[in-house]
Structures are given as C-alpha cells and as structure tokens.
C-alpha cells in the first residue's frame, strides 16, 4: 500500500515539475486544476463520502472486538454471497412497486452499495467486481431505456416508474460507485459517467423540474441523488445543483402534484430549501413522523457526504443544528413499541426498526452529542452502520455508555420558524396522548386540526386510522394511495376531533388547509402528575372557534394516568357537531341503552361519512355518558357528559368500499345537533386486565362516577371530576392570557380559586 | 423434630398396651380401629395428601439450589405476604363471576392453598395461622349461609352462585387443611369438619344430586372435592362417594342442565365413571381440549392424592394409565405458542400456561416416563408445583435434561373406546390443520362435523369462532355463556365445514347429535411430505353422506406446506351447500368481479345466518376461484373448484347482535344450489410476507394455477394440482377401503395408477 502511494506521489511530483517547467502561466493555472482534480480522485481519495480512508483504516483495526459492527457485517456478508450466488440481473423496467422489475432494481442498488461497503472493509475484489459487472450492465441497459412505461407518475422515471425510485437508486448506487472508484480504471470510470450517472442525474433533475426543483420528500431524495453521485464525481455543477436547486428555474406556481399538492408555490428548490422549509426549529417534519422517517435517509446520508467532503458548509450546524434535532423528535414521535405515531400519511408498523432510523440513530450519535440514549436504540436495532458512524455505536456499545432512551412529554413547533402549531405529545407512565394543532402537512396531510390518539403501552386505545394504502403491495392498486385515502382517511371524521356539519375541515381543500395552522394556547409538563396541551383553531370552518385543552392526569386514587379532554366550541351560528372515539377492541358495557338496527346503512354520503355504517344508535339519557371497552386485555372507560338531546352511534368503517380497502373498525360517536356554542368534556380511563388463561378480569370498572362543568366562560373552563369514592378534583383550564406566569382569580360556587400559571387542579 | 416423633410413637405404644390390657375382644377390635385412625391423623402423617412429609423434607433439604422451584416459591410467598397484609376478608356471598364477593372467595382459596404450602416448606407458623384463622372464619360464615342469592344455575352453590364453583373452593382448600392439620388442636378440627367441611361436602354431593351424580366436568370438580376432603379427613364414605358417586341414587334419565346436556342419562357418576367415560383410550376429552384444561386439575391432583393414600387403587395406572395419556393429547391438542385449539366451547387464549397444565405437566413428569420434552414446556412455563412432583421437574431442568417437547402429526381417537370418531392433527413445517371427525362433545359440542382449523406458527390463518362468552367478565352476561353461543358459535354454518339447506347438523339438536359420531377413513402420517386425514359422516343430514378428505402437502415447487381439502357429498336428493372459509385479515385479490351491497343484509333468518352480514356477492365465473388475504404479516390464498351456478359471498359476523357480544370478522362462503351429488376441492396456501418496517412484500401471489377433478368415483377422487411452473402432481384418495396396505389400480385418462395404501401423490 505505502509503496503505491510513494510511487503515485513521486509521479504527481515529477508531473507537476514538469509542467511548471513547460508551461507559460495560464496554462499552468488550467493544468495546474487539472492535476489537483486528478490528485482528489487519486487513490488515496476514495472512499470519501460516506465511508472514508481513515474510517476503513480504524474499522479494520477494530474488527471482531465490535459485537453488534461484526454481527452486522457477517450478516450483510452473508446477505450478499448469497445475492452474488444468484447472478446479476438487470431486467427491462416494466412494473409498479411490488412486481418484479420493480422490486428487483430495488435490491440491485441496496446490494451494490453493502457490496462496496465490504470491498472497502474485507479488502476482498470480488466484491468490487460485483459491483462494476451490475454497473456496467447498468450501463448498457440505461443508455437504451426511454421513460418508465407506466404512466401514473407526474415524473416518470427510467428504471422505475417514478423519479423518485430513480433517486432512491443513485442515493446508494452513489456510495457504491465511491467504495470501488479505485478499483476501476479511468475509462471504466469515464464510461460510467457519461452514460449512466450524469444522464441520470439529469433525467431526474433538470429533465423532471417538476419533480426535483420543489420542497418536497422526494425532491429531498432528488437532491441528495444529484449530489451525491456529484461529490463523487467530484463535479461541482451537480453538487450546486443539488444544494441550491435547478438553476435559473421558476415554475408555474400554480401546478399540482399527483397528491394534491402545489408543486412550488413560492419558488424555494434544492437541499437547503428542503431543510430550511419542512423542518421546525424543534426538529419537527411538516408531512409527520412517517415521511420523515422516510426522508431522514437521504438527508442525512447526503449531509454525511458534505460533511465529509464540503467540511465549510458545516451541514450538521445549518439551521441552528436542526438535521440533529429532527433524529431526536423523531424519536420522540414514536409509541413504546418504537413505532411512529400515524399521523397525516402514515403507515402503521413503521418503526424505528427501520434501517433509514438505523442511519439516523448512527449518525446522531456520531455526528452529535455522543447521547448514551441512543446506544440503548441501537441496540434494540441489533444493528449498526457499516461506516465511521457506526463504529463509534459499536465501540460505546462494547464500552457499556448505553443508557435508556427515556421518552417524556414534549412539545414539538411545526413551521419553518415554529410558528405553525405543532404535536404535542403527553406521557406518563405507559399512557401516551398524541395531539395534533400542525399546519396543513403538505400534501400528505389529514384535516384533522385538534384531534388526537391515544397509546396505553404501545398499544392504540384511541386509534389514528393513518392512510389508506398498501406500500408495496402490487394487488392493492399498484401499492399505491388507494382512492379511500381521499375519500375516507383523509377526512375529519375518520379522526378523534369534531366534525362540523358533516363537512371536513377547511371543506377538505388543500389550498386553504395549506394556508392555516392552529395556535397554541399553552402546553406545560413541569408537573408530574398533571401534564397539558392545549390549542385553538379557527380556521378549520370560518366562524367557529374550537380550543381544546388536553391533560394526562396521575391520581392517587386511580390505577392508571387517565385523560381529560375539553372541546370547547363558540361559533357565529348554530350546527351540527359530530364528535367521535375510535376505540379498539371489543364493547364491554354502556350505562344507555341503545338499539341496533336490522340493516346496516351509511351514515352519510360524502365527506367520509359514507364509509361508516350505522351499527347501533341511541339518545343520551344521563349527563354522564359512559361506556368501556376491552382491547388486548386492558379495559377503558370513556365518560362524556351529553345532554338528553345528544344523539350516540356506533359506527363501522367500511361502507361504500367495493374493494375491501378498509378496515372494519369500530368508533363510538357523540352527535349533537342545533347547539352554537357548546362543550364537550371526556375522560378516558385505562384500567384493570383481563387474561385469558387465568381468565381472572382485574378491576373492570370505571372509577369515575361524574364529570361536571362548573364554570364555562371566555376567560375559563373548570371541570369536577368525582370518583366513585366520592372524592372530587378541580381542573380550571385557562382559556386565554395561559402562560406559566400569569396570576388568576375566580370565584366557582361561591368559592375563590387562586393561581399562577396555565391551569387549576387539586 | 425427631424428638418430637420419638415421644408420639411412645405415647402411642403406651395407649395400645393400655387398651389391649383393658378391652374384651369386640371393644377392641373397635377401639383399634379408632387408634389406627388416630394412629393416621398423628402428626407424622401430614401433610399426606399432595405434599408428603417425606416430601417436605427433600424439598427442605434442596431449596436454594434449584431455580425454578425457588423461584416459584418466592414468587407464592410475595404473593401471599401480600394478601397476608391486605387482611382476612370472607363476605357474605352476593355476585355472579366477577363481581366482587365471587372474586374474593376464589382468591381465597387459592391462597390458602398456597399460604398452607408455604407453611410446610418454610415452617413459618404465620402461614398456618394466616390458614387457621381463614377458615374459622369460613366455618362461622358457613353455617348461616342459605343457598346463594344468585339463581341461575341448576345447582346453586352457597359461597358461590354455582356447585361448580363451591366444588373449586373445596379442592384447594383441602389442601390448605391438610398442611395446617398437626398446627390445629383436635377440638379446632372437629369444629371445622363438623360445621364446614362435612356440610360443605354434603351439599355439593348429596344435596345436589344433578350436579354431582353425573359424567360431566362438573361432577369430576365435584368428586375431586369431596374425595380430597375424605381423604385428609380419612373419612371412607366421602372417599367411596367420591369414586363411585352417591350411593343407590338414580337421577331421572331424560331431566337436562342449563346448557342442554343430559344430566344422567346412563346412570354413571363418581370420580372412575368420569375417567372411563369422557377420555378416549388416547387421552382425548370428549368436551375438547378447552374443558380437559378445566377438568384436569381436579383429574390429577385428587389422582396424585390417591396415589399417596390409595395406592392399592394404581389410580395412574386406571384404564390403561389414561390420565398421564390424556396429558400428551392435551399438550397435543395445543398450537405453537401453546394455546389450545378452540374446539366446541373454547375460550381463545387459555394456552399450556394456566396453572392446570402447570400440574399436569408435573405430574405427568414425576409420576411418568419423565419426558423430558415435559421438562421444556415446565420452562416455559417458568414455574412449577411447590410439592414432591414440582420438586422432581425442577431437578431434571437443574440437571439440564429438558429437551424439546416436539407436536407432530397425531391422531386421537373419540369415545370411552376409541371407537367414536376422532380428531386428527396434521403438522407440517409451521403449518397446522385440525379435523375434527368427534363425536358430540357432550353439552359443550357444536354442530361441526368435518370441520377444520388452519394455523401458521400459532397465528389462526382459518378459525374456529370457539365459544360466544367472556368468562368472568361479569358485564358480559354474568362471564356465562351469552345467547349467541347457541344461534351463532354452536351452529354449524359457524364452522368451517358445510351446511345443506341452511339448517346445522342434526338440526343443531343435541339428543341427535349426541347419538351419532363420523367415521374415520385413514390417517396417515408416515410420510414427511404428505400427511393425511379423511372421515366420513352420515348421519348429520339423514340421506347424505360427507367425505372429507383433508391433507397438507410439501412441495418442492412451493415455499410452505399446503392444504387440499376434497369434500366429497352423495345425497338422495337434490340440496343447497353452503361451503364457509373464516379467514381473518385484509383482503388483497380475487381472481373474480364482486359487488358490494349499498346497505348490509343478513344472509338468513335463523340457525346462525341471522347474525352473518353479507358484505359482498359474486357469481362464480371460472372453474378456478382464487382469493388471496394477508393477515399478520403473511399471505394467504385459497383456490376452490366452482361451477358457473355457484354463488360466492363475502358475509361478516355480527348481524343480529344486539349487545355487540360477537367479533366482527369475516369469512368468504361458496354456495351450490340444487346439487345432489357434489365435491368441493380447495388449497389453501400460506406463502410470503409483508413487514411494515422494510414495507416490502415478498412471493405474494399464489402458485397454483389450476386444480382439476380428473376422476370421481364410488371407490377414488383424484384431483390434478398444476402450479405456475406448469408442474403437476396426482392425488388419488380412496375413498373407501382404505387400509394402509390395501392394494389399488385405477385408469385415469388411459394411464394406469397403481399403489398399495391409502392414497396416491406422485
């Protein structure tokens, strides 16, 4: 190795000597570039961007001391012996996601970049080899191909039938390609750029600006393609393509997307756009947890290569740091199980299991604060990067600096400057409350303004149904959004917020969803046992003014933190307002009678309305309605106060789905009709289990007995609650002036209540 | 201790010399007895009835070192602190299962089974005395209590609502009075056995004849109680009351219990009467494995308390050592992650983990072979009895001689011969198949003749509804059975099997049913590839007869092991079939057109149609009907034989359920109508996968792509299965004389077949 080395310098040397020494000065500047250029893509130069000379250097000193690196590695090695086995194949793009050429293009590109990832550690050729055959095949194929022949996408791609698969592939064919740059010759290197890289690079930049020059997840995948094969390249064009978008390109700001969504209102493109925009000063991804999930990939791996290679941008500080700052909400809008909260688009499952949150957990670690937290995630991923990042996991992991990943309430802005609501999300003990005031969430977002689910142990209570749609999944419409997505999922009443007048909010238009946010009334968790988020809308439908005021409550006389929800409502005019619970599991008992119909039919015909069925219905009887429920061996109660004009349903989801899309789940829905301003107030207790092989049911019973509005003003809103000990606690929320600071005054029956900070309660 | 005995065996010899010096012969032979009796209750004699004094002092003499027992009992010893803290509570009986006073009783119970334990192992008075006063405390309660309050069972109880549950409270109490018998004085004792013991054995034996004089479950909880009670109290008529039922009583042959089940009908009772009659030669219970979970504990351990008192008895060795036999069936009788299969009335859930397996599992090991297959379940199981048999598991799991307790293909025959139907087992792989050819199963049968359960790797792919109750889950009707358990679980239509002319087998009328039982065909299970099962049933609709014939097939060509299901009919007149698959998961493809309904109807008016909705309606169009489903992360897909006639269904359970008692699942349903003479032939295949966290679905298309009847005779079907490939493969069923050495020669399209057993598969 030293050898080569000293022979390439000795050559550089002589070569430059001899230059300066032929050459009048502006030639010698011109050549003098060119040596320098030659010089970077020396030998010594690769790998570079994500993987470096040193990084190799230490993994191999370090290599079979490193438990979870050597466990990964022997995995992926097996992974791609058994891939190398098989042969390449570099079939003629024909499918969506899930047939054949689809999914086969897809494990070519993950195979290529573990392949050089293994040239560089085993220092074995024949993975290198690997490598350059697919490519070259990949090479010979790509030159042929004309654009995808499925025609769904608003950028069809060549390999695959959208762009955005395209830059999926070039984000890890591009770090194979830097893992065997040297391995190849110059022409090979040459061949490649000109026929595969660059006019892919182009075909999914500057020939689909539709696509690539937006802020959007898949111009973030877009960008890092283009500039990562760049970095590599080494060409500067890209790489400031890549950065700062296409360049002297403006589009119709009108134009929509597939989904609905502008595609660039207001003109910003290219990476830092696609960081300045999307992200909260908290770290907070405008589309949700899901799509950042799937975005965090490319951000980060792409901000590695700069980091690695264009040291001045000081990527991982762009934002006041929020590229670090994201990992960490990320994680945070996970349940106990890791998975992520489904919000707007979401697709249930996702985890962070997933090897895209395996990057970001390495990178964070690495890149950031050395947080032992994060050690403990790593090892539930029994997994680690096979790069620099990775060993730094692997070596605080053996030096046992893992230390528990503690999720605890928090309060995450949305909003290029966090002044676009937010998600705040309420935990104690194993309760967790995801609660939703965010602006629109691009195109993939829900009219769901305030409303909310609920986790008792990573397990739903109150479900978010999340999207429709089957990722991957060929027989489901191609794998992709299902026309349900819009017509069911989407809507209000497929979430736990109120529905007006049977109408979504902001009537389910995105171009007035997407100019609005809800605003934070106050959010405090300073206190143990009394953790609340509370926000107001007034937009969602003009006139009305919906606040609602959420809390986690921790009481010595319950058996678990139960959840009071206040949703208070003043509007212009009287309405309709439908207010549902998507429970799970299995009707345990009501304290109303109700009947079940002898036919089921829809509850409406439009708006989502005419995807539930109408299982049973009945009329508030009481002021205190209640009814538990049994899911995976716990029990719940809601309690709701009604009055005796409230109409109760339980619903089914499931009507007007002439493809089985949708899920037969259940809800339980509180309708009062004529009301202007109004309120309604819940609790939600979880308690008690039920286990079917002792078959022994523990504490099955609701420990409240009455929910009260004591006060109802502008300024206030106080709650009693009784237990069924007869014991009762205050909570006297303020509606408005809710900082932590500021002093009240009220008088409730003729008793005064004084405090300092957002809400009352003892 | 040894001087304790030294001075109990002096006093004793003193008193016999005393007596025999002083006695004329008759006094004596009198008197003598009443020594040996005295002799028997000396303190050297208990604890004698499952734990042993020599027992006790081997377990004594290894605490400490063996793990699990030593867990176990640390775990029962906080567990009993605990309550011990809490304080003594014996209410006055008032509630059903589940409500409180129910709840307090049965932890009672179990505690002083458990306290008595720990007195003798850790010779701490305080457990005794925790007993002692309990028990005074049950005597004062006792003797004022009228009938329970609660009225709806045939045998009242009078701590609890039901005889059943009174039987419950004696079995482990026993227990509890034996341990603690040498701490109570003489007076202490005859107090409680004259006002508690005696009476309390008197009223769940003679004093309610119909629920103890039977061959029922309930009467074995019955017998168990009043023999183990005899047995501490060595009293010889409740020990012979015990075996051999209630003296010279003949209960009325027609009169019926609340389920529907004859009371007495062949005049049989007492402890051997229910092991002759309800276990099969091969272990099998007639009620299904849901109640011989249930029966079993009372089964072994008043068996393991004879074991000790009786031996002359060799009540292990009765009828063939049928009850360690019954053990291996029920262990049989159980999925991959242990739970039982729910046939007839089975709750879904109970698993090898309730505590009744706990004994069985150890009494089969001590009082066996000593499988150590037996040992690996009692580690999963992670706890063992706290006496001689708990003892010997946990040594042979200290001496490391667990080893795994394999479940292959069995077959179990039905009836107090065997020679009443059966259930076979089919395993291959991950994949299990349950065919049920039984008899009735007594009261907790359903009308489910040929039916069958389909399971991957303990996930349900087709299911069993098992029973409509929730047991203790006092809201849900008490925890009893529900109405739907009637017109919807015990309905044939209910049940993967076939229903003629809407209406169950037998007329869903158990005086039918339970006269007549399927026939078996063959089994085979020598072959790794290819297991087999196939039965016959004539009698449940008079004037047809069903043949089915059900296998699971290991093909190279396929991924997993598949099932063919041949369900051949012959009538005398022409019928309508309806042929149901409960699948539970997502509908992914249909290889035919389906309409959804606007509003959902039932599919009947009564024998179980009333509660399934029709979700969708097809005609079927091809000779091939594929429908493919995911559930849990895997694919499935079915391929059935239909005729252009046939009708196809997507129907939902939960119509009719005015009390949301019924799980709101779906299945898909084949009707024929007007056919006389008919075969449905299926596959079913499990293949692929799907993760919501690498979202990539693999092999997710079925590889059939065509079945074929090419004969159907009297004697042979043979069904041609041609996959994607184009491969094909031959089955050849006889359907008749199908011996496994029977030699057979049959033509299908000019080629002749020739093999010798019971079926042909090439």
């Known amino acids: 190795m030293t050898n080569k080395i000293d022979l390439i310098l000795k050559y550089s040397l002589f070569?430059?000597?001899?230059?300066?020494?032929?050459?009048?000065?502006?030639?010698?500047?011109?050549?003098?570039?060119?040596?320098?250029?030659?010089?970077?893509?020396?030998?010594?130069?690769?790998?570079?961007?994500?993987?470096?000379?040193?990084?190799?250097?230490?993994?191999?000193?370090?290599?079979?001391?490193?438990?979870?690196?050597?466990?990964?590695?022997?995995?992926?090695?097996?992974?791609?012996?058994?891939?190398?086995?098989?042969?390449?194949?570099?079939?003629?793009?024909?499918?969506?996601?899930?047939?054949?050429?689809?999914?086969?293009?897809?494990?070519?590109?993950?195979?290529?970049?573990?392949?050089?990832?293994?040239?560089?550690?085993?220092?074995?050729?024949?993975?290198?080899?690997?490598?350059?055959?697919?490519?070259?095949?990949y090479e010979a194929l790509y030159k042929t191909l004309p654009l995808h022949p499925k025609t769904r996408s608003y950028a069809r791609g060549k390999l695959f039938w959208q762009c955005l698969n395209d830059s999926n592939w070039l984000v890890y064919v591009s770090q194979a390609y830097d893992c065997i740059y040297n391995y190849l010759t110059k022409e090979e290197r040459d061949t490649l750029e000109s026929n595969l890289f660059k006019p892919f690079a182009d075909h999914i930049s500057v020939d689909s600006p539709q696509f690539y020059q937006r802020v959007?997840?898949?111009?973030?995948?877009?960008?890092?393609?283009?500039?990562?094969?760049?970095?590599?390249?080494?060409?500067?064009?890209?790489?400031?393509?890549?950065?700062?978008?296409?360049?002297?390109?403006?589009?119709?700001?009108?134009?929509?997307?597939?989904?609905?969504?502008?595609?660039?209102k207001d003109g910003k493109a290219g990476f830092l756009a696609n960081i300045e925009e999307p992200f909260s000063p908290d770290g907070y991804y405008n589309e949700g947890p899901y799509y950042q999930r799937y975005?965090?990939?490319?951000?980060?791996?792409?901000?590695?290569?700069?980091?690695?290679?264009?040291?001045?941008?000081?990527?991982?500080e762009y934002k006041d740091g929020v590229l670090l700052k994201s990992i960490n909400a990320l994680l945070n809008l996970s349940d106990a199980d890791g998975d992520f909260f489904p919000l707007n688009d979401g697709q249930k499952g996702m985890s962070y299991y997933t090897s895209a949150l395996v990057t970001a957990v390495d990178i964070s670690y690495h890149f950031g604060t050395q947080d032992p937290g994060l050690l403990s995630i790593a090892q539930k991923q029994d997994r680690v990067l096979l790069d620099d990042s990775g060993l730094a996991v692997a070596l605080g992991i053996k030096n046992n600096q893992a230390k528990p990943f503690t999720k605890k309430s928090i309060n995450l802005s949305d909003g290029p400057n966090g002044t676009q609501g937010g998600v705040a999300i309420l935990r104690n003990e194993a309760i967790e409350l995801v609660f939703k005031y965010a602006a629109q969430g691009s195109s993939h977002g829900h009219y769901d303004k305030l409303s909310y689910s609920l986790y008792e142990n990573g397990e739903e209570i109150l479900q978010?149904?999340?999207?429709?749609?089957?990722?991957?999944?060929?027989?489901?419409?191609?794998?992709?959004?299902?026309?349900?997505?819009?017509?069911?999922?989407?809507?209000?009443?497929?979430?736990?917020?109120?529905t007006q007048n049977e109408t979504s909010h902001f009537d389910a238009?995105?171009?007035?969803?997407?100019?609005?946010?809800?605003?934070?009334?106050?959010?405090?968790?300073?206190?143990?046992?009394?953790?609340?988020?509370?926000?107001?809308?007034?937009?969602?439908?003009?006139?009305?003014?919906?606040?609602?005021?959420?809390?986690?409550?921790?009481?010595?006389?319950?058996?678990?933190?139960?959840?009071?929800?206040?949703?208070?409502?003043?509007?212009?005019?009287?309405?309709?307002?439908?207010?549902?619970?998507?429970?799970?599991?299995q009707l345990i008992q009501t304290n109303f009678d109700y009947k079940v119909p002898a036919t089921l039919n829809p509850l409406g015909s439009k708006n989502g309305y005419q995807h539930l069925y109408i299982e049973a219905t009945a009329n508030a009887t009481s002021e205190n309605t209640q009814l538990s429920w049994l899911n995976k061996g716990k029990f719940y109660t809601l309690t709701t106060l009604t009055d005796t004009n409230d109409q109760l349903y339980f619903t089914r989801i499931g009507a007007n789905d002439p493809d089985f899309n949708l899920r037969r789940e259940a809800a339980f829905m509180l309708r009062r009709k004529n009301a202007k301003n109004t309120i309604f107030v819940s609790t939600i207790e979880a308690h008690g289990s039920y286990s079917?092989?002792?078959?022994?049911?523990?504490?099955?019973?609701?420990?409240?007995?009455?929910?009260?509005?004591?006060?109802?003003?502008?300024?206030?809103?106080?709650?009693?609650?009784?237990?069924?000990?007869?014991?009762?606690?205050?909570?006297?929320?303020?509606?408005?002036?809710?900082?932590?600071?500021?002093?009240?005054?009220?008088?409730?029956n003729d008793k005064n209540y004084e405090w300092s900070g957002s809400y009352y309660f003892k």
């Not at 898949?218 to 978008?245: C, F, K, P």
């Open 464 to 498: 978010d149904y999340g999207l429709s749609r089957f990722v991957n999944i060929e027989q489901k419409g191609g794998g992709n959004y299902l026309k349900e997505n819009k017509t069911w999922a989407k809507q209000t009443i497929a979430h736990n917020t109120v």
């Open 216 to 264: 959007h997840n898949h111009s973030t995948w877009g960008n890092a393609a283009v500039g990562m094969i760049g970095l590599v390249m080494d060409d500067q064009e890209l790489i400031d393509r890549a950065l700062y978008g296409i360049k002297d390109l403006k589009l119709d700001a009108n134009k929509k997307d597939d989904d609905g969504g502008f595609l660039n």
């Open 509 to 585: 238009k995105y171009e007035v969803g997407s100019q609005h946010h809800s605003v934070l009334n106050y959010f405090t968790s300073d206190n143990d046992n009394v953790q609340v988020a509370s926000a107001k809308e007034t937009n969602a439908y003009p006139g009305t003014e919906l606040l609602r005021t959420m809390a986690i409550i921790k009481d010595q006389d319950f058996e678990k933190p139960y959840v009071l929800d206040i949703m208070k409502i003043i509007s212009d005019k009287a309405n309709k307002y439908d207010f549902p619970y998507y429970f799970l599991g």
């Open 295 to 316: 975005a965090m990939y490319p951000f980060l791996i792409f901000a590695e290569g700069l980091h690695n290679l264009k040291p001045e941008l000081k990527i991982f």
């Open 15 to 137: 070569l430059l000597v001899f230059i300066m020494l032929s050459c009048n000065n502006k030639e010698t500047t011109v050549i003098k570039n060119k040596i320098l250029k030659d010089n970077s893509n020396a030998k010594e130069a690769h790998p570079k961007l994500i993987l470096t000379a040193q990084g190799v250097k230490e993994i191999r000193a370090q290599l079979g001391s490193i438990p979870i690196f050597d466990k990964t590695l022997q995995s992926v090695k097996e992974e791609v012996d058994a891939e190398i086995a098989l042969g390449i194949d570099t079939p003629i793009p024909v499918d969506y996601s899930g047939g054949y050429t689809h999914v086969r293009h897809k494990s070519n590109m993950m195979v290529m970049q573990k392949a050089g990832v293994l040239y560089q550690i085993l220092d074995d050729e024949k993975y290198a080899k690997y490598v350059k055959d697919m490519l070259m095949q």
């Open 692 to 748: 079917p092989v002792t078959e022994s049911a523990i504490n099955s019973n609701s420990n409240i007995k009455q929910l009260e509005v004591v006060l109802n003003t502008d300024a206030y809103t106080a709650i009693l609650i009784t237990n069924i000990k007869g014991n009762t606690k205050l909570f006297i929320t303020s509606n408005k002036n809710a900082s932590k600071t500021g002093k009240h005054n009220v008088t409730i």
